[in-house]
């Protein structure tokens, strides 16, 4: 985002009377620039590798054309053979989406440090140094809980005592609930990858996993500050 909208986000979140939630797939905004009170920031982390593959997978679905196609009616359809094309094969032949090069400027959500680095033009660039640091700075500096998707458990548990007035009873909500939130957003189109091809795109998301063990490594120590295994 502009620096302008920047300022109209942050004052628009601003406005909103208690208890207001906003959720939105926006980058970290420093609500402070504008002289404004920041908000509790809370989100949710995955594996970066099975994120990327989950979203090569997430815009070749059929129902994913027909909502932009809804949204965008000029918009074009894709080539049936990049429809068709698999993950493996992108990685294998070096195709261009599927090369995740330092540096790179990606428009594929190729990147969770982007999205913790904020607004700032060194937060672009794909597994940078300086994207990381700032990342990692942000969510300690900023962030109530980072969750893990992989770690749903800690995750709802963390949220409950660290945000209890938005989370209070949310391991009972989400496990009452689980058999429809469970269907939410499921991919029946996405088939299984290869280890050895997600081993060859780990080698280039060195920076990447290190944010992502940064924050299961928090949320882990959030936990245990928790004490519940002590508690009658």
């Known amino acids: 985002m ?39 920031y809370v989100n949710m982390v995955r594996d970066p590798v099975e994120r990327v593959i989950s979203w090569y997978y997430y815009v070749r679905a059929p129902w994913y054309f027909v909502e932009r196609k809804r949204a965008f009616p000029d918009l074009p359809l894709p080539n049936p053979n990049w429809l068709k094309k698999d993950y493996d094969t992108c990685v294998r032949r070096g195709d261009k989406e599927c090369r995740y090069q330092d540096g790179d400027e990606r428009d594929d959500f190729g990147q969770l440090t982007e999205f913790f680095c904020g607004q700032d033009d060194d937060c672009t660039g794909f597994n940078t140094e300086v994207a990381m640091r700032k990342a990692k700075e942000n969510v300690e500096k900023h962030y109530a809980v980072v969750g893990v998707l992989e770690e749903l458990n800690k995750t709802l548990t963390v949220l409950e005592h660290y945000v209890p007035r938005f989370f209070k009873g949310a391991k009972d909500v989400y496990y009452n609930e689980v058999q429809i939130f469970s269907k939410i957003n499921r991919n029946i189109y996405k088939p299984s990858v290869a280890e050895a091809t997600k081993d060859i795109v780990r080698k280039n998301f060195t920076r990447e996993l290190e944010f992502f063990d940064f924050c299961k490594q928090r949320l882990h120590k959030q936990y245990l500050a928790l004490n519940l295994d002590k508690k009658p």
């Open 2 to 40: 502009s620096y302008n909208e920047e300022g109209k986000l942050s004052k628009l979140v601003n406005s909103f009377q208690p208890s207001s939630v906003y959720v939105k797939h926006v980058c970290f905004t420093n609500f402070t620039k504008f002289n404004l009170d920041m908000p509790i």
